[in-house]
Nanobody
């Protein structure tokens, strides 16, 4: 599956931004989808994930309550709504697809679990 992330940009602290990730190729609904981010000089880290069906979600503690992941299987797209953005949210954001889920509600936060990665989209939060 091919993934293309978009929606990044330069915003101020406290602002909101919505990222999108469009998928093509294999059946999108067969994948758990995740968002990860990588800040300069840091390792890639988990942000949020959503199961392939039934919208089971998981969030990193640092974004819980501020970010919301969702998906539209009819549009082959996963979203990340980011509210109350902080300076430390500045990073390149990547969407990824995990084809290893055993059941429909499985969600993974493990980078190595994800098979396919999209191009990143840069989010810069300024003060």
């Amino acid at each position: 599956v091919q993934l293309q992330a978009s929606g990044g940009g330069l915003v101020q602290a406290g602002d909101s931004l919505r990222l999108s990730c469009a998928a093509s190729g294999r059946t999108f609904s067969g994948y758990c989808m995740g968002w990860f981010r990588q800040a300069p000089g840091k390792e890639r880290e988990f942000v949020a994930a959503i199961s392939r069906r039934f919208d089971n979600t998981r969030y990193a503690a640092s974004v819980k309550g501020r970010f919301t992941i969702s998906r539209d299987n009819a549009k082959n797209t996963v979203y990340l709504q980011m509210n109350s953005l902080k300076l430390e949210d500045t990073a390149v954001y990547y969407c990824a697809a995990d084809g290893h889920a055993y059941i429909d509600t499985d969600v993974s936060s493990v980078v190595s679990q994800y098979d396919y990665w999209g191009t990143g989209t840069l989010v810069t939060v300024s003060s």
